[in-house]
């Protein structure tokens, strides 16, 4: 299974996430990605509404998990910065959930754990321009961001 989590910053210091219980169980957006898509691809569709499309940056950081049963591999990728205002165009690809720009320390305070290390790492990355791969949340090692590899204004 591959999956894909958006890491989308807000302003100087929010981050966009969702509350897909409507009682403040927040995450960060995410999608599946399709056989024959690229992280990227799959991570444009996981928010509707961006005029023009979403803006995608580039892949932060890779996270396997092997199960029982499955690996599961999911890549974080970051948007470009939006304004609130931008934000607030947004919607979930699932129309029962509520998005929210919150502040950084307030979403990384409430984010469950296995999210949490992912955004906190992604945001590492991302501030240091390099792509961390995690097993299990774990980081193993890190690569610098190769420019002709960024995904600027993918849409």
Same mark, same amino acid.
């Given at each position: 299974?591959?999956?894909?989590?958006?890491?989308?910053?807000?302003?100087?210091?929010?981050?966009?996430?969702?509350?897909?219980?409507?009682?403040?169980?927040?995450?960060?957006?995410?999608?599946?990605?399709?056989?024959?898509?690229?992280?990227?691809?799959?991570?444009?569709?996981?928010?509707?509404?961006?005029?023009?499309?979403?803006?995608?940056?580039?892949?932060?950081?890779?996270?396997?998990?092997?199960?029982?049963?499955?690996?599961?591999?999911?890549?974080?990728?970051?948007? =470009?910065? !939006?304004?609130?205002? /931008?934000?607030?165009? *947004?919607?979930?690809?699932?129309? $029962?959930? #509520?998005?929210?720009?919150? %502040?950084?320390?307030?979403?990384?305070?409430?984010?469950?754990?296995?999210?949490?290390?992912?955004?906190?790492?992604?945001? =590492?990355? !991302?501030?240091?321009? /390099?792509?961390?791969? *995690?097993?299990?949340?774990?980081? $193993?090692? #890190?690569?610098?961001?190769? %420019?002709?590899?960024?995904?600027?204004?993918?849409?």
């Amino acid at each position: 299974m591959v999956g894909v989590s958006l890491l989308v910053p807000v302003g100087a210091d929010g981050l966009l996430v969702a509350d897909v219980t409507g009682r403040g169980d927040l995450l960060l957006p995410i999608g599946s990605v399709e056989d024959g898509h690229t992280p990227e691809q799959a991570a444009e569709h996981v928010l509707l509404g961006a005029p023009g499309g979403l803006s995608i940056f580039r892949q932060v950081a890779v996270d396997r998990v092997q199960t029982r049963r499955r690996q599961v591999i999911t890549h974080i990728v970051a948007t =470009r910065c !939006l304004t609130h205002e /931008e934000a607030e165009c *947004l919607t979930y690809r699932d129309v $029962r959930t #509520t998005l929210c720009a919150l %502040p950084i320390t307030q979403v990384i305070a409430e984010l469950p754990e296995r999210s949490r290390v992912r955004t906190l790492l992604g945001l =590492r990355a !991302l501030a240091a321009d /390099e792509t961390i791969y *995690l097993e299990a949340g774990v980081a $193993r090692h #890190t690569k610098p961001t190769d %420019p002709a590899h960024r995904f600027v204004g993918i849409r």
